[in-house]
């Protein structure tokens, strides 16, 4: 098994009411939970809105992040899967695709050290 990360992006500014937002996240605890159930759950947390970024050689350190809200990283998954291709299918039931955001699967690069 391999390793890849999943970052959700947007997907999360479309709510009515605090019951709409609620019954969302418990699609979210049941898709993590089946990933969970089969082995494939690693890790993952929702990200906080506000943070710090660090840049250029100087380290200039900026309140941030600074994005647009479909661009923002909302948080991220870390899952075992076979190949990308199965990275992606287990994708695919992320209740993020029902307000519009986007799942981006990256593959973690091993490192020796």
Known sequence: MEKFMY????????????????AHMGKWYQW?????QNGNFVAGEPLQGSGKQLSGTKKVITDGPFTEAKEHVGGYLIVNANDMDHAVEMAKDCPIFENDGLLEVRPIQKMEM
């Open 7 to 22: 970052l959700f992006r947007g997907g999360m500014d479309s709510y009515q009411s605090p019951e709409q937002r609620q």
């Open 32 to 36: 993590m939970q089946a990933l969970a």
